[in-house]
């Protein structure tokens, strides 16, 4: 019972984090009327500094560095093996900018890098691919993260650029590091597309998680104690359903044009891993809309619970009060003041009475049995 | 009325069941941050060995074998009569992973037999066509069970991997061994025709099965004892229809992929057969339909059932209090102790009293009954 | 009133009734496991025998024969004039085999004439055209029939098929008897128009009949002695509508699909009339989808009904119990026996009281009727 | 309030007349068992006589006159100026078979011409374009009427057909006589084009009217005195949005395939005033989308209306009965007659006691008041 | 609280507002029977004078002048620098078409540019592009108002057609006086762009609005004070939720549009930034419908919230009413006036009367605190 009482309030919690979050997602006035293509940072200022790891390797070479000056990149993204630099913390828009510039990025990329914004999109550009996606986790406190994470593809580098340091990425370096399946032969689109493989796995996790929630609310529902928070509770599990899914919708059609995109940065043998990952992402989209229509189900289900219990105090009053009124009143009669009452004087009238009493009284009880209601 | 009862607590334990696979089809840690590739049987773990069945077969020659080497299958594909080899028990990823290299799998569609969370697919290869199904049919338990199906469609054979036994394809093994029809005279893709058609006719086993229960809900709505837990219920149904749906949606794609297919091993005579088969599926899936929209109204139903209830309930109360309340106000008033209430006195008054009372009586039972609430 | 319970009763007959079709049509356990191809039929087995009427016309000719024979009709279909073949009597299936292979039809298409759950389709063969509709009729016992009937186009003939004797296509004969219209003057394409025309005119007088239902629950829903019943009635009225629906909605797209055929035996000055009949099948549609809208509001406005029944039974108690419990405390409060009451004692206090009650009474009665209760 | 009652009234008989329309226009047993292409006039038989109006006219010219024999009407349509043909009355079929016949104008197109159940649709003739649509009014007794109306556009004339005469046309008839616009100096297919946009534009008029009686039902759900009419009344609005929907939703495919039609008779020039027409008819198809939605929300807020008004019943009951029910019970204990009863003698208990009871009773109060009841 | 209510007070009259604007923008009596192409105002008159604002640029000069006459701003237009007119108020027709024949533009344009219930919507002419959008904002009083906007796209100008003065293209303004980005090295259809991006980034404001309103009445929902009002005020949401729903959505492929012409006034280095403006757009698309989805379950647990309510009231006249009749009956029994009833004349009777009537009290407490009714 505690525990599902510190649920609700966590979960409570988050709801009113979800709203605001959803507000700051949709609207910013930070960028209006600023000029397009001018970089504004629109998520949680954090004061971390810039953090830049990169990974050059191919089948032989390895190298793992950790870097704080971004230009300090730039050798490993013009040397030959395929480099991958994840960097992390988008509030650094100038050395964002740095890199895009030395990257030849369009303003309007580097633009969609920083707004956490942006909806998952595919864009092609003459040298490179630019790839946004929703990694989503849950955090240390249990609540949901939606993090803004774009990836440009070179030839010969990945770029990936993160709000936070995360660890979903982590089964990817262990792999870079022990040199597992055949990631260190494959080219940097492989590269790509296994990046993108950690973060749709990740997805399955919270669909897990809202699995988990319906049915706590499905349990509560006939809870003797449970009020009107319930109501709220299921709202914003809705809202938190709607946005988890305007975050993983959009991949259906990424993953779709990635697939069909002819751009010389994608080889052809990297499609059938593609059409893996479009599996994963479309079963992903539907246990969100089952799980959709099963939480839009809670609020009729809690109706006729309410109802149900409405049902079963009024039958409480109506039983009382079916078998007592009309013994009150009875009772009422022989309390009668008229001086001419023959029965009042009858020896064993009293107990007659209350015999007669007794038996309305089994009466009724059996009349309401028979009727189930007791 | 037992029946019921059983049935009761027999689907209540479904719907754990249900709520249970439910999640472990939509997530699998285990494969978090596997190497794609990488082959992780997520289904149920039983210890039964590898058994696989061999037919081998033409117009004149029929051979069937029963095997539990993978490597004592190999000849039978090799030779030139037509082979279905159908492997029993997913479980055996690595002796999976021997015959998919011997036959020139892909690591993916190897991933794919293995991992029982994939969705219905048809995917072509350059030599072989690779079909994922789901089997459904109900266990010696009555409760519903979503097995995984591959098939591998070849020049001059076909792989069938499942689960675990079953007998879903015994009327095609019956056909085989008799001669019966035209199966033995046919090529390898009309033997996976009809294995896939064997695997689709028994989703009308479900459809019915889908249909008593709605059947039985509609019988149970007005059941003087019917509790809360028809809500649940009903919610179990709800997902057991939208679990069916999905296994049984792609297939409508998978049939039209398969039908417009100009791959080597899909000869033209096929194509009619195939567009049979699409009626079946799109059959099924009316029906499925058909029932979600039933099933949704039960709620509905359920909640004016409830409502019609409380009112009836209401009326009881409201007849006895109406009827009592002003009579016992009338005994009420010659119970005061006034001392000069000249009625008291009177002789008949009491009788003329008790009449009056009864008039009052029969007049509010006959405005009841007007309004037909007796 | 008798005539409304009469119907009532009817209803609730046939929604029993629809129940069991729409199992059996979804359900044929009888073909699990039969190898494709063969006929199976599933309807009900009659035992009349099977009846072909012929009819053998041009502009000049016209000849009508009846047959128990299906051998007998060989010649008619092997003659120059359009020969129309209306067979009736499905079970009859080894007939149908022997009449088919006579024309060259596919084991398919026989099967697919016999198999009653088959859902409307076209299919082009080389020789023929195969036309699968559904035949809406009421029996003479009010109750919807969904008739199986297929339609062979060959050159120069057609034949239909008919599970039993029906009337529909009465107008046709007698145009063909009575030389009117253009019937005889044109060619089997035509005839297979008519034929169809005939068939969807009738599913108007459907469309009536659950127009007719849908006005009968809504007079129904302010009964005062609606029940239960009410509930189980609408859902079976939604579940023949979405019956009705599914026999008409492929239609749309075999019609369609006849327009844009470019098969032999479809001349080009039958696409007019074509698009004619296709006009018709949209508004059957249509109306359909209309009637679905209004079905699906019967319930909530089922439930309106019954909370506006439970107000008015809230108000009576209200009224009455907030009227006399006042009124009853007060006459208690003098039926006290403390030895000083000096209001006892007066010797109108018992008429001022009375009075006072009267106000009281009046009081509340303004009260109520300004509330609008009264 | 005499206002709106008096407006209840007329929609409840309006409601009637359009649940009669409705299935007059959905079947028409009249047509079942017609051969096609006999025109059979289904709407209501009015003995006026046929009456048609004759503008011909060009930049200079300008003649107008009024027929009652059909055959006078052929000059003016193999004149050279413009020509349109407004015919009056489409009972008599006769009458239009005779100028069908003498245009060239295909049997099922008369068909359609004085079938009132036709769907709105435009159809492609070598010679002539054929266009239904439907025109929207109020009558006198400001119920919907939804009229026929057929278009021929042949080379240099327009033939209007009207089931009665109206006034929807005459804005364009006085812009011919007055020369206004550029009307009279372009073709027959501008002249068409302002006759649609004429029966466009009068829908605009019965959004208009949707939209007043939307408001008034919002109102009207607080009403106190609202009954169960309303129920009917809001499911006769949702019958009317629907028929209105579908006399206006295909214009959109109508005027679409115009605009892309490549038919001799439509001069290019004329595009760009079909696009302008297709804004007209997507604006009115939004906002009967938005009606539409409107209209089903009211019946869901008449349940909470209801439910509000039950809760303050509720209320009322529970307030008197909780205060005095306990008083009556102390009322009760003081009224028994035991022979030991100390309180009774004491000379200000009854003082005490009711003092004690003005102090229960303003408890109570206080209580409710706190609870917001009262 | 008073927040609160002045709150719900405002939206109260914008509710009003939205209706009437909504019928206004829907209807026109003005524009029916009037001619195609005769421009009509329908929005409000303001008898504000024609102003125009006149802004020409290139990247080294700059000229800004505000005219009274519309005849000055032929030589800006004619002028080689880029020049973009804004025109406020378009209820001067007469000007507004002077200067659309000068620009020669097409009577039907002029007639979109003044009719403020025109939809969004592009189309391409010969010589210039016409974009119709809608600006939202909210007023002073903080109202949305919906203001119509034009934009012609020539060779080297803009022409944008305002309701009203307004503050929306501010922005524009700055960065034109400032020359700060690349807005002034490029070409009028980059300032095209510029103005549709300040008038879609002006949408994210309303988005935060609506959501403002969702959250405020899920915190109104369990107010004890809240009354029927409620209904109303969502049902108020709702419409304004579709109606900016209707502003929106067709935005989206009037961008699509633009993007894909080929028109000459367009360039092809302006596509990237269209995609990004698609990119706005469809997240607007998608916060919209995540906010009707909110929306339109309010209903749904404002219904649970009033049944909650009811719930509670029940309880309360349950539990008093369930102790108190019992005891009040048993208080009757011995208020009878029997002759002989012993328990009368026992010493301690009454006492142990009293303290049975407390245990029964206490007993009854206990039940209902382990039922939670306490």
């Given amino acids: 019972m505690k525990y599902l009482k510190n649920k609700q309030v966590k979960i409570r919690k988050k709801s009113d984090y979800y709203t605001k979050t959803l507000k700051r997602r949709t609207s910013s006035k930070a960028t209006i009327g600023q000029a397009p293509g001018t970089p504004v940072y629109v ?13 050059d390797y191919n089948e032989e070479l390895f190298t793992e560095e950790q870097l704080n000056d971004i230009e300090k990149v ?94 979903v990425f982590d089964p990817v370096r262990n792999r870079l590091r022990a040199n597992k399946g ?31 929630k319906v049915e706590h609310f499905e349990d509560k529902l006939f809870d003797k104690d449970s009020d009107e928070s319930f109501t709220l509770e299921v709202q914003a599990l809705k809202r938190e359903v709607l946005r988890i899914r305007r975050a993983v919708m959009p991949l259906r059609e990424v993953v779709n044009k990635m697939e069909k995109s002819t751009h010389s940065v994608i080889s052809e043998k990297i499609i059938i891993y593609l059409r893996d ?34 049902n079963s105090v009024m039958k409480v009053l109506t039983i009382i009060a079916t078998i007592f009124i009309p013994l009150t009143f009875i009772a009422g009669i022989y309390g009668m003041n ?37």
């Fill in 277 to 310: 990952l479009q599996d994963h992402v479309v079963q992903v989209n539907e246990s969100i809309e089952i799980y959709r229509e099963m939480t839009w189900s809670l609020m009729e289900m809690y109706m006729t619970a309410i109802s149900n219990k409405m």
């Fill in 74 to 167: 730039y050798p490993y993204i013009d040397s030959k093996p395929i480099t991958w630099v994840n960097i992390n913390g988008l509030q650094h828009t100038s050395e964002i900018q740095k890199i895009g510039s030395y990257c030849g990025l369009h303003p309007l990329v580097i633009e969609d890098i920083v707004n956490t914004n942006q909806r998952p999109k595919l864009e092609e550009y003459g040298e490179y691919l630019f790839v946004v996606l929703k990694m989503l986790y849950l955090d240390s406190e249990n609540s949901l993260v939606i993090e803004h994470v774009s990836l440009i593809l070179g030839k010969g580098f990945v770029i990936s650029f993160q709000e936070a340091e995360g660890d």
């Fill in 43 to 55: 998520g949680q200022k954090l004061d971390k500094e810039l953090y830049a790891e990169v990974f």
């Fill in 182 to 212: 055949i990631l260190r032969t494959m080219g940097a689109d492989y590269l790509l597309y296994v990046l993108m493989d950690a973060i749709v796995d990740h997805y399955f996790h919270l669909i897990d998680e809202i699995g988990n």
């Fill in 338 to 374: 008229f001086e001419n009452m023959p029965e009042l004087r009858f020896r064993y009238s009293y107990f007659v009475l209350l015999g007669v009493m007794v038996v309305i009284f089994a009466l009724m009880v059996l009349y309401f049995k028979k009727k189930k209601w007791l």
